[in-house]
């Protein structure tokens, strides 16, 4: 069971982070992931970690402003958003992947969040 929560409205620039909260099964033993989805487009791939958190991967076009990171401590992955443009405006989905190593597509992960709105503003 994955919960997203730190969506929200932001100002063009600004930055979010997202927490995903897992309970409920063996979340350190799988990667996670983080994808979003805006209206009238496809689920889009944002970022993913593997199950200890030693690898990560993050869009190409989300490089440098977004950085996935994850507490299996506290079965917990984050989100960490910067430069936030409008863009970015999506409803942001946490996934739990099969595997234990990065996935970049949506047929790799079997179990999904909600979501949470990020809505940023001009």
């Known amino acids: 069971h994955l919960v997203e929560s730190g969506g929200g409205l932001v100002q063009v620039g600004g930055s979010l982070r997202l927490t995903c909260a897992a309970s409920?099964?063996?979340?350190?033993?799988?990667?996670m992931g983080w994808f979003r989805q805006a209206p009238g487009k496809e689920r889009e791939f944002v970022a993913s970690i593997n199950w200890y958190g030693g690898s990560s991967l993050v869009a190409d076009s989300l490089e440098g402003r977004f950085t996935i990171s994850r507490d299996n401590g506290r079965n917990t992955v984050y989100l960490q958003m910067n430069s936030l443009q409008p863009e970015d405006t999506a409803v942001y989905y946490c996934?739990?992947?099969?595997?234990?190593?990065?996935?970049?597509?949506?047929?790799?992960?079997?179990?999904w969040g909600p979501g949470t709105q990020v809505t940023v503003s001009p």
């Open positions: 996934a739990a992947a099969v595997a234990d190593t990065i996935a970049t597509k949506t047929s790799m992960y079997d179990s």
């Open positions: 409920g099964g063996s979340f350190s033993r799988h990667a």
